[in-house]
């Protein structure tokens, strides 16, 4: 990639954001900061108790994710946020203008089965059916591309290496 962009690692619940991120910032060369690092404790308690959060739970956090990404313009550096609606995704660039988007993408019967598998993590699969009913995918107007999330990890992220180059070209 001709510039270091901060990159914005999206999608539902479950499609790989936590495992795909790191490995997409290694390969990029940059830093990975865990969007979910960033939500304020009663937002976690929310979603621990199966209660989706509402715009105004997320705003804090966009903006939390957004200040990161501003102070890494330039630098570059790959974060994850669902970053389910456009309104979401606005609010980023409105803070960090030139970030751009990996939408992970997948089978909503794929993704329900890595849910049940993953250890550790407050959000629960009740929530995925809200997660899809809010996904606004990206639009034509806004930097970013969507790579598919079978495969392994590794598969997964080459896929999303070379969409990335395709931006530059």
Same mark, same amino acid.
């Not at 865990?34 to 956090?61: C, Q, S, V, Y």
């Not at 790579?147 to 896929?159: A, F, H, K, L, N």
């Given at each position: 990639?001709?510039?270091?962009?901060?990159? =914005?690692?999206?999608?539902?619940?479950?499609?790989?954001?936590?495992?795909?991120?790191?490995?997409?910032?290694?390969?990029?060369?940059?830093?990975?900061?865990?969007?979910?690092?960033?939500?304020?404790?009663?937002?976690?308690?929310?979603?621990?108790?199966?209660?989706?959060?509402?715009?105004?739970?997320?705003?804090?956090?966009?903006?939390?994710?957004?200040?990161?990404?501003?102070?890494?313009?330039?630098?570059?550096?790959? =974060? %994850?946020?669902?970053?389910?609606?456009?309104?979401?995704?606005?609010?980023?660039?409105?803070?960090?203008?030139?970030?751009?988007?990996?939408?992970?993408?997948?089978?909503?019967? /794929?993704?329900?089965?890595?849910?049940?598998?993953?250890?550790?993590?407050?959000?629960?699969?009740? /929530?995925?059916?809200?997660?899809?009913?809010?996904?606004?995918?990206?639009?034509?107007?806004?930097?970013?591309?969507?790579?598919?999330? %079978?495969?392994?990890?590794?598969?997964?992220?080459?896929?999303?290496?070379?969409?990335?180059?395709?931006?530059?070209?």
């Amino acid at each position: 990639m001709s510039t270091p962009h901060v990159v =914005v690692v999206m999608g539902v619940a479950g499609t790989g954001k936590t495992t795909i991120g790191p490995l997409l910032a290694q390969r990029l060369g940059v830093p990975y900061a865990e969007g979910d690092d960033f939500h304020p404790e009663a937002n976690i308690a929310k979603m621990t108790a199966g209660t989706p959060l509402t715009d105004e739970d997320r705003w804090p956090w966009l903006d939390a994710i957004g200040a990161w990404a501003h102070g890494r313009a330039g630098l570059g550096g790959v =974060v %994850s946020s669902s970053a389910l609606k456009r309104s979401y995704r606005d609010r980023l660039r409105s803070a960090a203008p030139g970030v751009v988007f990996v939408h992970l993408t997948g089978d909503r019967e /794929l993704i329900e089965d890595r849910m049940t598998h993953r250890q550790g993590h407050f959000m629960p699969t009740a /929530l995925l059916d809200s997660q899809f009913a809010t996904l606004q995918p990206l639009q034509a107007d806004e930097t970013g591309v969507a790579v598919d999330v %079978s495969g392994s990890p590794e598969e997964i992220t080459d896929r999303a290496v070379t969409a990335l180059r395709g931006l530059d070209g």
